[in-house]
């Protein structure tokens, strides 16, 4: 079991009940669209990322992103950090059928995908030595690499985020903040040539 100083939200209580076999933290559940109408629970969320930080981990399905998008423009995005789970086809055990989208959730995501997924949002995990950030890659370097607003950028982009393990509903905007948690800007770039991406 890990221990993160943040707290962490996630959909719905199953999510919660997975993360919290493998982490240490605050978890918050969001009960699904529930915490659009909820300002007792969205003022918690507040409260929670203004004294300790806040990690966003929702499923990678359109819903998630819903909520994802939600909490990003009612919380300070400065107190905010968003980890994704990769897009995985399959359906929960506890489940009859798949999701919608065919996709696991949060609850259906191995203990390391879920780990490794906090680690990327940058999550403060306690009793580790801090690790610097490596980013500082810009809009303008996603440019011009072909990642953004060129013809093809799109299928480019989905190529990378393939690559990466991350979901592909990313925006260009989400994929700059998660590389800039992941890599140097000369590591995107060995990672662009050597993929042929």
């Known amino acids: 079991?890990?221990?993160?100083?943040?707290?962490?939200?996630?959909?719905?209580?199953?999510?919660?009940?997975?993360?919290?076999?493998?982490?240490?933290?605050?978890?918050?559940?969001?009960g699904g669209f529930g915490v659009f109408n909820d300002k007792a629970q969205l003022n918690l969320l507040r409260t929670a990322a203004e004294k300790r930080g806040l990690i966003v981990l929702t499923d990678s399905d359109g819903a998630g992103f819903v909520i994802?998008?939600?909490?990003s423009g009612a919380i300070d995005p400065k107190k905010v950090k968003h980890a994704y789970i990769p897009d995985v086809a399959g359906k929960e055990r506890r489940k009859d059928h798949p999701s919608k989208e065919g996709k696991l959730g949060v609850e259906g995501m191995r203990p390391e995908v879920l780990i490794e997924a906090l680690r990327r949002a940058g999550a403060t995990i306690l009793g580790e030595s801090e690790k610097a950030v490596p980013?500082?890659?810009?809009?303008?370097?996603?440019?011009r690499l072909g990642l953004s607003g060129g013809a093809g950028s799109a299928l480019r982009r989905a190529a990378l985020l393939k690559a990466l393990g991350l979901p592909e509903r990313m925006s260009a905007n989400a994929l700059l903040r998660a590389i800039n948690l992941m890599m140097t800007k000369a590591e995107l770039e060995d990672l662009l040539q050597s993929d042929g991406l």
């Open 1 to 30: 079991m890990i221990r993160i100083r943040e707290a962490i939200v996630v959909e719905g209580r199953y999510d919660a009940n997975t993360l919290r076999q493998i982490v240490d933290a605050p978890i918050f559940e969001t």
């Open 135 to 143: 980013g500082e890659i810009t809009k303008a370097d996603l440019h």
């Open 68 to 71: 994802r998008r939600y909490l």
